[in-house]
């Protein structure tokens, strides 16, 4: 898959899709080259608000909490891949769909490109704007899952499909909502 094709994965279920289904990277390849690198990325941006902006965000709070949230996070995230995965491929198997752990974690994993990516803006100071960043971000995830189930999950059957995207977008929003309760929690108490 070339980068220039991840955007189009946001809309479409061939583009990018059918190459990386025909790929078929194994997990610990997705593991290695996109989930660690790209979970380091909150992890530093955590880090960063913490040591530039920390009294905007949390005045109370020293920069070791800040160092102990960014790790935290960073482990937590590794997690939560692996767990959506699972999820993924119960939720398929519960719909009769055939469906392997690589592919479930490849889907899990590039779900979670847009919230990773959503960190960059805590370079700006603001609140509400990272906030809308992170709900453009959990968006754009849904778009991929949406797009990525029949895909990589190898069903033509719409209907099923959009009951499987729509159950894992459910579970995925769920995991995001308590990740972000793990770096706010922690700063205040």
């Not at 583009?15 to 078929?24: T, V, Y």
């Not at 040591?51 to 935290?72: L, Q, T």
């Not at 889907?107 to 100071?125: I, K, N, R």
């Amino acid at each position: 898959m070339k980068a220039s094709d991840y955007p189009h994965m946001l809309t479409s279920y061939h583009q990018g899709w059918d190459e990386l289904k025909a790929r078929h990277p194994a997990s610990t390849t997705t593991l290695l080259s996109l989930v660690i690198p790209l979970s380091l990325l909150p992890a530093a941006m955590i880090l960063y608000a913490g040591g530039i902006n920390g009294s905007y965000y949390a005045p109370e709070a020293p920069f070791s909490r800040w160092i102990a949230v960014a790790v935290i996070f960073f482990c937590a995230e590794i997690v939560t891949v692996s767990l959506m995965a699972t999820v993924i491929r119960q939720i398929a198997a519960m719909r009769d769909f055939s469906t392997d752990r690589d592919s479930a974690y490849l889907l899990a994993a590039l779900g979670a490109v847009p919230l990773w990516l959503s960190a960059l803006t805590l370079f700006v100071p603001s609140i509400p704007f990272n906030a809308l960043c992170g709900a453009i971000g959990l968006g754009a995830a849904f778009c991929l899952l949406y797009h990525g189930v029949p895909s990589l999950l190898g069903t033509t059957e719409d209907i099923e499909a959009q009951d499987v995207a729509y159950l894992v977008m459910s579970v995925g929003a769920a995991a995001w909502a308590l990740l972000c309760a793990m770096v706010l929690v922690p700063l205040f108490f």
